[in-house]
């Protein structure tokens, strides 16, 4: 029963800190993980998949590559592969992989947030459920489950010894 807790609260702490690694720590260096909210990039970058971002200089674009940036009204941020740009009124021009048509505006450097360069098919369904409310009580409920198994670890150890007196 003791290696059983131990095992279990040594299994939590791993599932907590790769979660951690994926999903806080890309922050602390710049990169901006975003979930993939749409197929219009498929399949290249899937529906639900975690699309990692970093900042770019946008003169250094090129037609072809993938860019995130924000849309007009400043906080939806898009995804698509870049189909022309224009140097002189520093715009961009862009469609979705799986879009027929490509978008109806240009888009300014300055609402360039980056260029992916990493993903994770499926972790923005888990990212997507953990920052909710039933979430993050699951992620409180893991660590007072870990606390829990270490201390009956303890209270095991302490019986077990106490026998062998």
């Not at 250094?60 to 860019?67: A, F, I, P, R, Y």
């Not at 923005?124 to 829990?148: E, N, Q, R, T």
Request: glycine share 10%; net charge negative; aromatic share 8%.
């Amino acid at each position: 029963m003791r290696h059983l807790c131990k095992w279990l609260a040594l299994a939590i702490c791993g599932v907590l800190a790769v979660l951690t690694i994926l999903l806080v720590l890309p922050g602390l260096f710049g990169i901006h993980p975003l979930i993939v909210q749409s197929g219009s990039m498929e399949p290249v970058y899937p529906k639900g998949s975690m699309v990692y971002i970093r900042n770019t200089d946008p003169s250094g674009l090129s037609e072809g590559s993938t860019v995130t940036f924000h849309l007009a009204d400043g906080e939806t941020l898009v995804t698509h592969r870049i189909t022309q740009i224009d140097m002189e009124r520093e715009e961009i021009y862009t469609k979705g992989d799986a879009n027929e048509l490509e978008d109806g505006a240009a888009t300014s450097f300055a609402q360039v947030e980056g260029v992916p360069f990493f993903c994770i098919p499926y972790l923005g369904y888990l990212a997507g459920y953990l920052s909710s409310m039933a979430g993050k009580a699951g992620i409180v409920l893991l660590v007072i489950m870990v606390c829990l198994l270490s201390w009956m670890d303890g209270a095991l150890m302490k019986q077990k010894e106490a026998l062998e007196e």
